[in-house]
């Protein structure tokens, strides 16, 4: 039985190679270092951070914990109709934003195109509800200081708002999105934790391979600063160094301690060369492969890093690209003591000395929506020609024999940037982006 999964152009089309050139068209962001994609190259490049402390509401399970939060963000500004708004978790309304800023800068959406040719994937997480929305539901099952389960049922139907569902269903916002743009090909939604997005992303060119659209929106949205959240992130290797909260996420570092919460969506629209030069749109960067691979464990074992080698060579091999080609590196890099580890000696067996980038040292980890933040960052580097740098990087771990860009942008020298995501449960996905033109 094999003990992997890989995913490659060829292998998704019945053996047969990739007839489509894939281009991406637009970028959508919204994330704690800025909403647009010019602020948030803007705060890449000036090394600010975007983490800092969080105001939570009184009573709260920690009054002042530390994470990357969305400032200044107005949904209204976006969602529409703004009734809308009733059945949109912040999960939601971030990812609706990101999608519609994407749409926006590329010129697709209702009337732009065949709506049947038009399709959305996008990656979500869990969303958890408001815990104020459960208060009143709460007490009346209260008796005598007790919890009575047989009260709930009744409890639920008067309490909560009909539609509160809707708002917290993982699959919605790539539905408010399809109907926002009147998107009505294909409509998925991945749910496969820190790699959903480069999933969706994938699973978008796989889409648009097969000639079931010509564009697609794809990207993911995520938020792992509810208290809820935050609660049971405790123990699962959360920072603990709130004396400096811009300093916590220190990716590679030998001083790192652990992960850094934070929100945030992203979107980038794909499409077939074809049909971008048929509208006279000019692309932004080309999709030149991506890979999938999965490592088992045992329950209690940890990640040896086996994924994340064979998802890393496997999209080099299907771009038809070497290591010597590779500009750098977007990692994962959560700050996670022993996940860096691994992720950090898979890079350099396969990559060599190449160098690497690691920008949840600005916003933090989010989840299903980090890759999507983490491409629109690949795709903007090759635009600018320039690889911006990882923050709090003061210290080389020995057991991370990786060349971390730090201390400034450095100007990206080779024409392909290696996007990579990896979750605890073993699975892990890389992109391998190159500029619009050939190389």
């Known amino acids: 039985m094999k003990d992997s999964m890989e995913m490659t152009f060829g292998e ?8 489509q050139e894939i281009v991406v068209t637009g970028l959508g962001v919204v994330s704690p270092i800025g909403i647009g994609a010019a602020p948030f190259w803007a705060s890449l490049r000036e090394g600010r951070s975007g983490i800092g402390r969080l105001s939570w ?9 530390f994470g990357g939060a969305v400032a200044d963000f ?19 309304q971030l990812g609706f934003a990101a999608a519609d800023m994407a749409c926006s800068a590329a010129g697709v959406g209702p009337g732009a195109q065949d709506p049947e040719r038009l399709g ?48 917290y269903l993982p699959n919605m916002p790539a539905c408010h999105i399809g109907i926002a743009q009147d998107a009505r090909g294909p409509n998925n939604t991945l749910t496969l934790g820190d790699v959903s997005t480069l999933g969706a992303i994938s699973e978008a060119a796989r889409t648009i391979d097969r000639g079931q659209a010509d564009v697609m929106i794809a990207g993911g949205t995520g938020s792992r600063i509810h208290a809820a959240l935050y609660a049971r992130n405790q123990i699962f290797g959360q920072s603990q160094r709130d004396g400096d909260p811009a300093a916590a996420s220190r990716p590679f570092d030998a001083d790192r301690d652990g992960v850094v919460q934070g929100e945030g969506a992203g979107a980038l629209i794909l499409e077939s060369r074809r049909h971008a030069d048929a509208r006279g749109v000019a692309p932004l960067a080309r999709l030149l492969g991506f890979a999938g691979a999965f490592e088992p464990r045992a329950d209690g074992q940890p990640l040896r890093g086996d994924a994340i080698r064979r998802a890393l060579a496997t999209a080099l091999k299907n771009a038809g690209r070497t290591p010597e080609q590779v500009g750098c590196v977007v990692a994962h890099g959560t700050s996670a ?52 740098p990882t923050l709090n990087y003061a210290t ?34 890389a992109l391998a982006f190159g500029r619009p033109e050939a190389d």
């Open 396 to 429: 080389p771990d020995p057991q991370c024999p990786i060349r971390v860009v730090h201390g400034g942008v450095d100007p990206l020298e080779r024409p392909v940037v290696l996007v990579l995501s990896y979750s605890l449960h073993g699975q892990a996905v």
């Open 57 to 65: 509401e009184s009573g709260s399970l920690r009054p002042q914990p």
């Open 74 to 92: 107005d949904p209204k500004q976006y969602v529409r109709p703004r009734k809308s708004l009733k059945v949109m978790s912040r999960e939601i």
């Open 337 to 388: 003591v022993h996940g860096d580890r691994i992720e950090s000696q898979a890079i350099h067996e396969v990559l060599g000395d190449v160098p690497v980038t690691a920008p949840k040292s600005f916003f933090g980890y989010l989840s299903a929506a980090s890759g999507a933040l983490e491409s629109v960052l690949a795709v903007l580097t090759l635009q600018q020609g320039a690889i911006p």
């Open 12 to 19: 998704c089309s019945q053996g047969m190679t990739s007839t």
């Open 120 to 167: 959305v994937v996008l990656g979500a997480d869990i969303i958890p509800c408001e815990l104020s929305e459960l208060i009143g539901t709460y007490r009346d099952c209260l008796v005598d200081g007790r919890f009575d389960f047989s009260r709930w049922g009744k409890a639920f139907a008067n309490e909560l708002f009909p539609l509160w569902m809707l708002k």
